[in-house]
């Protein structure tokens, strides 16, 4: 029998623990940031790498820009539960800082393994490392609130929601961005 959604997870971050990936943030993290929500969702969100909040509770999006984030998803009548939420880079960078290309590298196998798993209709990226997973040509300011077809996932690029705290006046072009969610969601689940 297949094994479960969320065994398959679980195999998937024993494997980062066990093949040692990127062993330099590992030693000054205290916590493998792997992903929380809903292992049914449709849709996947992808952040950029655990801040201190992050690393303190091991649970993504839990400080200042998880809580922009969740004003946003319940902006359009979603909360945590109906989403499951994980980060390229999956252990927090010293200092907050950007995480490396070698580092997203690194971890991009297992991303793909999660998403794999999860089998989202629509994944969305916060940010342009997220993005750049998928559209490494990609500029924010301009494929933000855009759908694209990479291979068999639908991506849309949004703002970090970091983004959003630096700069208050990308608030409103953010929540515009969140308010096309239902209606990609509708357009994916038609061509099903
Ligand atoms: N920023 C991210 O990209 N991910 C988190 O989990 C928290 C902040």
């Not at 969100?45 to 999006?61: H, Q, R, V």
């Not at 798993?117 to 629509?122: D, F, I």
């Not at 916060?126 to 300011?141: D, E, K, T, V, Y």
């Given at each position: 029998?297949?094994?479960?959604?969320?065994?398959?997870?679980?195999?998937?971050?024993?494997?980062?623990?066990?093949?040692?990936v990127?062993?330099?943030?590992?030693?000054?993290?205290?916590?493998?940031?792997?992903?929380?929500?809903?292992?049914?969702?449709?849709?996947?969100?992808?952040?950029?790498?655990?801040?201190?909040?992050?690393?303190?509770?091991?649970?993504?999006?839990?400080?200042?820009?998880?809580?922009?984030?969740?004003?946003?998803?319940?902006s359009?009548?979603?909360?945590?539960?109906d989403?499951?939420?994980?980060?390229?880079?999956?252990?927090?960078?010293?200092?907050?800082?950007?995480?490396?290309?070698?580092?997203?590298?690194?971890?991009?196998?297992?991303?793909?393994?999660?998403?794999?798993?999860?089998?989202?209709?629509?994944?969305?990226?916060?940010?342009?490392?997220s993005?750049?997973?998928?559209?490494?040509?990609?500029?924010?300011?301009?494929?933000?609130?855009?759908?694209?077809?990479?291979?068999?996932?639908?991506?849309?690029?949004?703002?970090?929601?970091a983004?959003?705290?630096?700069?208050?006046?990308?608030?409103?072009?953010?929540?515009?961005?969140?308010?096309?969610?239902?209606?990609?969601?509708?357009?994916?689940?038609?061509?099903?």
């Amino acid at each position: 029998m297949p094994l479960e959604k969320k065994e398959q997870l679980e195999q998937i971050r024993v494997d980062i623990e066990k093949n040692n990936v990127c062993p330099d943030l590992a030693k000054t993290a205290k916590h493998l940031v792997f992903g929380y929500g809903n292992v049914d969702a449709e849709i996947l969100i992808i952040g950029e790498a655990p801040g201190k909040k992050e690393d303190e509770t091991g649970m993504p999006f839990v400080g200042a820009s998880g809580r922009l984030l969740d004003e946003m998803l319940s902006s359009i009548s979603l909360n945590r539960e109906d989403v499951y939420i994980t980060n390229i880079v999956k252990y927090r960078p010293p200092n907050n800082r950007d995480p490396l290309q070698s580092e997203k590298d690194q971890f991009l196998p297992y991303l793909k393994q999660q998403i794999t798993t999860l089998a989202p209709l629509l994944v969305i990226t916060l940010g342009r490392h997220s993005m750049q997973c998928f559209l490494p040509n990609a500029i924010i300011g301009e494929a933000h609130g855009l759908l694209f077809r990479v291979k068999q996932e639908n991506i849309l690029p949004l703002y970090h929601p970091a983004a959003g705290i630096y700069n208050r006046t990308l608030r409103e072009t953010m929540k515009k961005d969140f308010e096309k969610i239902p209606e990609i969601l509708a357009l994916i689940r038609k061509e099903k």
